[in-house]
């Protein structure tokens, strides 16, 4: 649990991996160790609780997107958890052309307003909510396209999900007990999806880093770029057959052999500026 400890454990056995997958690790010691790790190793640090949830989140995100006939670029988004999982989607989300994000903490909205703010918060402030919006969460979500939990259960509701815009999306990704119950969201959204495997549309972050892994290795390539997740999310998006694409079937099943080496292409397209 000591942040030096984890930093040095893994400097030292560095010698002997291709890449070091940093998992379930909490903000802020997550954002520290994964910058000092950066500067201090030669082979690729992958935070799987940021890098790998953001990219699934924004392959379904593309394809729930086309589904409701909704522009990237035109969605308001409000999401709940402002953690490692958090900043990073609403980071990667934000560099694929998504303008309107309200990102909300347990103590509320994230604003330029708040003073208890950390750093990396602070930084999120300053790119988000430029309404300074500081009402609840349901209030945030009357009028809104899209809603992101990656936070607590049960925080908001069927009422909720009824009052956002027309064909809502709910991603409620809090494990095992989603931030609403996906039956509950379904009855007003067109597209539900969770953290879980018994229900459709799993955002599971192994659709994302086998084929990154992969690709950053085949290329030789250090450094985990927003391009390169970008692209590995348009790959596991595109992995979903046009035909096929509906609102149970989003994002591509965990057992679908065609997504790693799809996402490694991507990758190492990405990293040769292809």
Same mark, same amino acid.
């Given at each position: 649990?000591?942040?030096?400890?984890?930093?040095?454990? !893994?400097?030292?056995?560095?010698?002997?991996?291709?890449?070091?997958?940093? *998992?379930?690790?909490?903000? +802020?010691?997550?954002?520290?160790?994964?910058?000092?790790?950066?500067?201090?190793?030669?082979?690729?640090?992958?935070?799987?609780?940021?890098?790998?949830?953001?990219?699934?989140?924004?392959?379904?995100?593309?394809?729930?997107?086309?589904?409701?006939?909704?522009?990237?670029?035109?969605?308001?988004?409000?999401?709940?958890?402002?953690?490692?999982?958090?900043?990073?989607?609403?980071?990667?989300?934000?560099?694929?052309?998504?303008?309107? !994000?309200?990102?909300?903490?347990?103590?509320?909205?994230?604003?330029?307003?708040?003073?208890?703010?950390? +750093?990396?918060?602070?930084?999120?402030?300053?790119?988000?909510?430029?309404?300074?919006?500081?009402?609840?969460?349901? *209030?945030?979500?009357?009028?809104?396209?899209?809603?992101?939990?990656?936070?607590?259960?049960?925080?908001?509701?069927?009422?909720?999900?009824?009052?956002?815009?027309?064909?809502?999306?709910?991603?409620?990704?809090?494990?095992?007990?989603? *931030? !609403?119950?996906?039956?509950?969201?379904?009855?007003?959204?067109?597209?539900?999806?969770?953290?879980?495997?018994?229900?459709?549309?799993?955002?599971?972050?192994?659709?994302?880093?086998?084929?990154?892994?992969?690709?950053?290795?085949?290329?030789?390539?250090?450094?985990?770029?927003? *391009?390169?997740?970008?692209?590995?999310?348009?790959?596991?998006?595109?992995?979903?057959?046009?035909?096929?694409?509906?609102?149970?079937?989003?994002? +591509?099943?965990?057992?679908?052999?065609?997504?790693?080496?799809?996402?490694?292409?991507?990758?190492?397209?990405?990293?040769?500026?292809?």
């Amino acid at each position: 649990s000591d942040v030096k400890s984890i930093i040095d454990t !893994i400097k030292n056995i560095s010698g002997t991996f291709g890449g070091i997958n940093l *998992e379930d690790i909490a903000a +802020p010691d997550c954002f520290i160790i994964e910058e000092k790790l950066k500067e201090v190793l030669d082979i690729p640090v992958f935070h799987d609780d940021q890098h790998g949830t953001a990219v699934v989140v924004l392959a379904a995100l593309i394809n729930a997107s086309k589904l409701v006939k909704k522009e990237l670029s035109s969605l308001k988004i409000v999401m709940s958890g402002a953690g490692a999982a958090g900043a990073a989607v609403a980071q990667l989300l934000m560099h694929a052309g998504v303008h309107n !994000i309200m990102l909300f903490d347990s103590k509320g909205a994230i604003s330029t307003s708040r003073t208890d703010l950390d +750093p990396d918060r602070t930084e999120l402030a300053t790119r988000t909510n430029l309404e300074k919006f500081s009402g609840s969460l349901p *209030e945030a979500l009357v009028g809104a396209d899209v809603f992101i939990g990656v936070s607590q259960p049960n925080l908001i509701t069927a009422t909720d999900v009824e009052k956002m815009a027309k064909d809502p999306i709910v991603f409620a990704l809090a494990n095992p007990d989603p *931030e !609403i119950n996906p039956i509950e969201a379904a009855k007003f959204a067109k597209v539900v999806a969770t953290g879980r495997s018994d229900y459709p549309n799993q955002i599971n972050n192994v659709l994302a880093f086998p084929g990154i892994f992969r690709g950053l290795l085949d290329s030789g390539t250090v450094h985990i770029t927003q *391009e390169v997740l970008m692209a590995s999310a348009l790959a596991i998006a595109q992995c979903v057959n046009e035909k096929a694409l509906s609102s149970v079937y989003i994002v +591509p099943s965990v057992f679908d052999n065609s997504v790693a080496p799809a996402v490694a292409a991507a990758v190492i397209a990405a990293t040769q500026g292809k």
